[in-house]
C-alpha cells in the first residue's frame, strides 16, 4: 500500500518539475515575443490605414431611392387605390380617380415623392 503513495508523489513531483520547467521557458520567450509583436505592429498600421484611407476614395456613393407612390383602379371592388412601390397594402382607396389624385398630390408634396397614374386597363397614364 505505501508504494502507491510513494509513486502519486512521485508523480506529483514530476508534473510541478514540467510545470517549473515551462514556465521558465515562457518566461524567457516572452521578452523575444513582445519584441517580435512591437517590431509588426510598427510596419502593419500604416498599410492598414493606407488601406482605409483607399477604399473610402474608391466606394462610390449611393443614390437613395426614392418611393413612388401608384393610382391604380381595382377591377374587383371598383374602386381607385393608392399604393407605395413594394408594399402590400393599400394607403386609401376612392370611388373616383379624382379623389384619389388630390389625396396622392398631398403625400407627394409633404414627402417630396413621385407618383404614377394609370388608366383603367393598367396601362401608364402620367409620370409625375
Not at 520567450?29 to 509588426?40: C, G, I, L, N, Y
Amino acid at each position: 500500500m505505501w508504494l502507491f503513495g510513494k509513486k502519486k508523489k512521485e508523480e506529483k513531483t514530476a508534473k510541478v518539475e514540467k510545470t517549473n520547467a515551462v514556465k521558465e521557458e515562457n518566461e524567457v520567450a516572452e521578452p523575444v515575443k513582445k519584441e517580435v509583436k512591437k517590431s509588426t505592429k510598427k510596419v502593419e498600421e500604416p498599410k492598414v490605414k493606407k488601406e482605409v484611407e483607399n477604399a473610402e476614395q474608391e466606394k462610390p456613393e449611393k443614390k437613395e431611392k426614392k418611393s413612388i407612390y401608384r393610382v391604380i383602379y381595382n377591377k374587383e371592388d371598383r374602386t381607385w387605390q393608392i399604393k407605395k412601390d413594394g408594399a402590400k397594402r393599400v394607403i386609401t382607396s376612392y370611388s373616383t380617380k379624382e379623389e384619389a389624385l388630390t389625396r396622392v398630390k398631398e403625400l407627394c408634396a409633404s414627402q417630396n415623392l413621385k407618383v404614377i397614374i394609370h388608366k383603367k386597363d393598367g396601362k401608364f397614364q402620367k409620370k409625375k
